[in-house]
């Protein structure tokens, strides 16, 4: 990838959002004027070209799928995979058990659990359903920084962590700039270095992002000053 | 849940009937109970086809690239090899392409791959992905702008084949 200046990105990020068109003149202009750009232009017009084509063919499969006739098996696909589902998602990904194998592992896992609470006796949370996974908006809370003489070195935020997700913090300028991402976190804080509370402005926005492989699952977002 | 099924077929008929039977049904499984976990996800913007398409390509491509290392393996040939081999054999040419995408951009990750999956395989607005991931639109065009990128470098470089 060629290093662009920050106003040739911002320049090809209009282009390839469709925001300004590749023949607008200055457009034109950067790329006589910088090659660089031009070649960054042309490989990003390709590569949207490409993603078009490969989701027309997806257009097709899919119309081709509506139009297949039934494939053997088909209907007892959603009964396996609900029994499935309920056995549990430890075995989801591997191989089919046999019938056996499985009566067997429910058995098993029941007396352990069986054996567990009897041990456990009246700790609740040993006791206690699992809790759900918190999808849900309200599972998110920025907690700090908030309001006005904010502290911009810690982020705190409330929120359990489903199997399989993690958190990540976005800090934002007031006009939408992203500033500063987390890496995935996997505690309900981030924490920023010296110079990095330095380098803020300060007047902040600041998300909280749940996620998990398909995408963004909750949200919260909050302003600070300091 | 048919549909998963009759897509499968329809992508193995275009990647050259690489999965037998047996394998499909196990990639039809794992679809399905992936779309079903996700079903709360499935808000209506797009068509139930449409978004059932994402689970079925992801878990074909999958399995797929996992068949691809173990005949690799078998030959003693490195990976890319038969993978560069899928993409230039102009029975499968465009499956390779789309697999070599659906690679790259399964490497990509969120938020970056989700917004140009559902810009382009379900031909959201910005808008439209903006409002469901509970962003601005300029940060949207940012993540999208950064994932074509990273998308472009990475297809360039062959780094999805490792």
């Not at chain 1, 490989?43 to 949207?48: Q, S, Y």
């Amino acid at each position: 990838m060629t290093p662009l200046s920050p106003e040739q990105e911002r320049l090809l990020e209009q282009v390839v959002a469709g925001d300004v068109a590749p023949d607008a003149p200055h457009v034109r202009n950067e790329c006589d004027r910088s090659p660089a750009f031009a070649r960054e232009l042309d490989a990003a017009i390709a590569l949207i070209r490409r993603l078009e084509s490969v989701a027309n063919d997806a257009r097709e499969d899919i119309e081709d799928a509506r139009q297949e006739s039934s494939v053997p098996g088909e209907d007892a696909i959603a009964d396996t995979v609900r029994e499935r589902l309920r056995k549990g998602r430890a075995g989801a990904s591997t191989a089919r058990r046999s019938v056996l194998q499985s009566t067997v592992a429910i058995l098993a896992l029941a007396a352990v659990l069986g054996l567990a609470i009897v041990f456990i006796g009246n700790d609740e949370s040993a006791t206690s359903p699992p809790a759900p996974p918190h999808y849900l908006g309200d599972a998110l809370q920025c907690v700090a920084p908030r309001g006005n003489d904010a502290d911009f070195r810690v982020f705190r935020f409330n929120g359990i962590l489903p199997k399989g997700a993690w958190f990540e913090v976005v800090i934002l300028a007031q006009d939408g700039t992203e500033l500063i991402r987390s890496h995935r976190l996997d505690v309900n804080e981030f924490l920023l270095s010296d110079e990095q509370v330095r380098a803020l402005p300060d007047e902040i926005e600041w998300q909280v992002l749940l996620r998990d492989i398909g995408g963004v699952r909750s949200s919260a977002d909050a302003v600070a000053a300091r | 849940m048919k549909f998963l099924s009759r897509l499968l077929v329809v992508l193995n008929r275009r990647h050259g009937g690489m999965m037998t039977p047996d394998e499909l049904e196990e990639i039809a499984q794992d679809s399905v109970a992936a779309a079903l976990e996700k079903l709360g996800s499935f808000d209506g913007s797009s068509t139930i086809e449409t978004w059932l398409y994402g689970y079925g390509s992801f878990h074909y491509a999958n399995a797929y690239r996992k068949k691809l290392r173990r005949s690799a393996k078998a030959s003693r040939r490195p990976f890319e090899e038969d993978v560069a081999g899928i993409a230039d054999a102009p029975v499968v040419d465009r499956s390779g392409d789309r697999l070599a995408l659906e690679i790259a951009l399964e490497k990509l990750g969120p938020p970056e791959s989700e917004i140009i999956r559902q810009r382009y395989f379900q031909d959201q607005s910005f808008e439209a992905i903006a409002q469901r991931l509970g962003q601005k639109v300029a940060t949207v065009k940012t993540w999208f702008y950064r994932g074509l990128r990273e998308l472009g470098t990475s297809l360039n470089s062959g780094e999805h084949h490792a």
